[in-house]
């Protein structure tokens, strides 16, 4: 399972589209801006890059345009793509089983969502430390993020390091959402355009509707993953910087994610024994 | 899934399979058999249904109705049969991949990956496996050759080639040639669809026409022989001494295609033709049956559509 793992990633990876990915990411990241509340005002000191990273990967266009659309560009139509370079038949009739293939695909886009939401927060950090005057300080006296730690994304007492790590799994957790919802889609349309255009038109809601979720979300929006990764909500960054208690528990959002995944992964695993697996005709 | 079978079963064996795709229907009852050791070609114009066959035979589509057995074992289109090798017309490489690690991914999958294998089969496709450029630089004959190798990767007894003569320059066509000769010899099967009827016509005894779906003709490419017989004159005299020798014996003849040939219909006996040919003192130049071509079959068939 490992060698095909390795195989899909290298096919995600070695395109020209992942360095244009990392250029979209850099761009959104130096522009996604920094408050006056994260610079520093006489109540609060100011901010550090670990704020800066938090803040740019709770906004709108860092997370939809950047991580949304940059990984939809990565692993969108990789199905059909696949079948249309030949790849697909050679992997698909060296797999011992189809589940086994579906399944490696579908870890090896986890792997990738990692990655990316990883590079992203890098790409963040850094850029917080080209840009805020005190990128080493103690940050928000508050310390907005460390109210996270015991709210069920992190562990009670977990340091910056750790919330940062918990907020970068639950990016990758819907990243990994949006590529298995894709390669579904592709497995009964392969087409390289459908499965793009329905992920990018879920995207578009998102982005039409300005994540209402963020303030007063209703009860089902619990099962939309982009509700639950502006982690805002749960610290009060999108009313100015106020603390407040957030409208439901993270620790909800991070089980309803992990079930959707683990039924897009089976779902997609008994497609795939049933149908025919795609071909460069399709 | 693919269940276990009888070791003696041919190596190919396709019963009555139907394939629809929506309201179309691409292969409407083939059968079709293929045994160890034998190279079988596949010939129809496009959209006949011959990569979708393939596609089934390798257990990436589902037949519709009908069954498959590869090795004696039913393949259902929910796994693909062990033991074989595939080359379908896209070629599949990552092209910023060199040959060698390309190799080393694929066969890596089923535990043929190491440097020896790899180097081996690089040679016998004719690729030099020091060559360390990413194969997206390579020529598409290159390629073609990268996609044969990767079908021998993993030893099969079974072959199916779609087109593998895609790209090949003349000396890559006479070793693939050779190099599916050696292997139907040592009892590997192959499958092998292709527009390059002259190359079926050299390497399979039998070609399966496949036209909308269905077999349309099995041929035995061995007995190719017209039902008539070519003989040239040396000169237009020896020509009308000949054609006048031919209405005294009261045998049909017809004037050929070149002006100083006329084709005989052939009589119950040749030798005794020739031998009476042979007796008339006329200069003659050759005496050949007329063979039609497996292009010409296929272009009654097909009437000249593809």
């Known amino acids: 399972m490992s060698a095909l793992i390795g195989h899909f990633l290298l096919q995600l990876f070695g395109t020209r589209r992942a360095p244009l990915v990392l250029l979209l990411l850099a761009a959104l990241a130096w522009t996604s801006g920094v408050p006056d509340y994260l610079v520093g005002t006489p109540e609060l000191p100011r901010a550090n890059a670990a704020d800066m990273a938090l803040w740019a990967f709770n906004t709108v266009p860092f997370l939809v345009l950047g991580l949304g659309v940059g990984f939809l560009v990565l692993v969108g139509d990789f199905l059909p793509r696949s079948a249309a370079r030949g790849t697909l038949a050679l992997t698909a009739v060296r797999s011992s089983g189809r589940r086994r293939w579906w399944t490696a695909q579908m870890l090896a886009f986890g792997i990738a969502a990692v990655v990316v939401a990883v590079v992203a927060m890098l790409l963040c950090l850094l850029v917080g430390l080209l840009r805020l005057p005190e990128p080493f300080g103690p940050g928000m006296p508050a310390a907005a993020f460390l109210r996270l730690a015991g709210t069920g994304v992190v562990p009670a007492g977990a340091g910056r390091v750790a919330v940062l790590a918990g907020i970068v799994l639950l990016v990758a957790a819907v990243l990994w959402v949006l590529a298995l919802v894709s390669a579904v889609v592709a497995l009964r349309w392969p087409h390289p355009v459908v499965p793009v255009v329905v992920v990018l038109g879920w995207l578009l809601v998102e982005l039409a509707t300005g994540f209402p979720a963020a303030h007063d979300p209703p009860k089902w929006l619990l099962f939309d993953p982009f509700a639950h990764v502006r982690y805002g909500q749960y610290l009060g960054f999108a009313s100015g910087g106020l603390l407040r208690e957030g409208p439901h528990s993270p620790l909800i959002a991070a089980v309803l994610l992990v079930l959707e995944i683990a039924l897009l992964v089976w779902w997609g695993a008994r497609a795939a024994r049933r149908r025919d697996l795609p071909s460069a005709r399709s | 899934m693919v269940h276990a079978g009888d070791g003696g079963a041919p190596a190919i064996d396709v019963a009555g399979v139907h394939k629809r795709y929506g309201s179309r229907s691409a292969l409407g009852g083939v059968d079709l058999r293929v045994e160890r050791g034998e190279i079988v070609g596949f010939i129809g114009p496009n959209g006949s249904g011959k990569s979708s066959l393939m596609r089934i035979i390798a257990g990436l589509a589902r037949a519709t109705e009908g069954s498959v057995h590869v090795l004696g074992e039913c393949v259902d289109g929910s796994s693909s049969p062990p033991g074989i090798g595939l080359v379908l017309e896209q070629q599949g490489h990552l092209p910023y991949l060199s040959a060698a690690r390309n190799l080393r991914m694929l066969g890596s999958l089923t535990r043929h990956g190491d440097q020896r294998s790899v180097e081996a089969v690089l040679r016998r496709v004719g690729l030099d496996p020091a060559d360390r450029r990413p194969v997206g630089r390579w020529s598409f004959g290159m390629r073609q050759r990268l996609l044969v190798a990767q079908a021998l990767l993993d030893e099969p007894r079974v072959l199916l080639l779609d087109e593998p003569t895609n790209g090949l320059d003349p000396a890559g066509v006479a070793e693939l040639r050779a190099l599916l000769g050696e292997l139907a010899s040592r009892g590997v099967a192959v499958l092998l669809a292709s527009h390059a009827l002259t190359e079926v016509e050299r390497l399979c005894r ?69 031998r009476a040919l042979a007796a008339t003192g006329i200069d003659l130049e050759e005496i050949a049956p007329r063979r039609r071509s497996l292009e010409n079959r296929f272009l009654e068939l097909v009437g000249g559509r593809s």
């Open chain 2, 206 to 274: 039998r070609a399966y026409f496949v036209r909308d779906g269905l077999v349309a003709d099995i041929v035995d490419t061995a007995a190719g022989a017209d039902d008539r017989l070519l003989v040239r004159a040396s000169t237009s005299a020896d020509l009308a001494a000949l054609r006048s020798w031919a209405a005294d014996q009261r045998l049909a003849a017809a004037a050929g295609a070149d002006p100083l040939v006329l084709e005989f219909a052939v009589p119950d006996r040749v030798p005794e033709l020739i």
